[in-house]
C-alpha cells in the first residue's frame, strides 16, 4: 500500500457520500502524515526472493538476450535503465502497521 493509494480512497469516499459539493476537501501530505501517525502506520521494506538469485545464471544468459538483440535495428532499441525488466515488480517498501513476511 502507498500513501497516495490511502489520499486516493477518502476522495472516492466523499464523492459518493456527498457527490461534487466536498471537491474542495484536500487530503494532502500533512493530512496523510497525521493520519497514518493516528492509525500506526509506519513503512517497511519488504523482503522476497532476491537473496535466491545465481549470479551464474544471469551471465549464462546474457549471450542469449544480445543474440535476441541483434535482430532489431539500434533506432527501435529503447533505454529505460530497469523500468524495462521491473515495470510490474512490486514496490519494495509498503506502509502497514507491522512488518511484512
Known amino acids: 500500500m502507498t500513501g497516495e493509494m490511502i489520499q486516493i480512497k477518502p476522495k472516492e469516499f466523499l464523492q459518493k457520500m456527498y457527490g461534487n459539493a466536498n471537491s474542495e476537501y484536500n487530503f494532502s501530505i500533512g493530512w496523510l502524515e497525521q493520519f497514518k501517525a493516528r492509525h500506526e502506520i509506519k513503512s517497511y521494506r519488504r523482503f522476497g526472493e532476491s537473496g535466491s538469485v ?48
Open 54 to 101: 545465481v549470479m551464474e545464471n544471469i551471465e549464462d544468459a546474457l549471450p542469449q538476450i544480445r543474440a535476441k538483440w541483434e535482430k532489431f535495428y539500434w533506432k527501435d532499441i529503447y533505454h529505460m535503465d530497469e523500468t524495462y525488466l521491473f515495470y510490474r515488480l512490486q514496490a519494495d517498501h509498503s506502509l502497514a502497521t507491522k512488518q511484512l513476511e
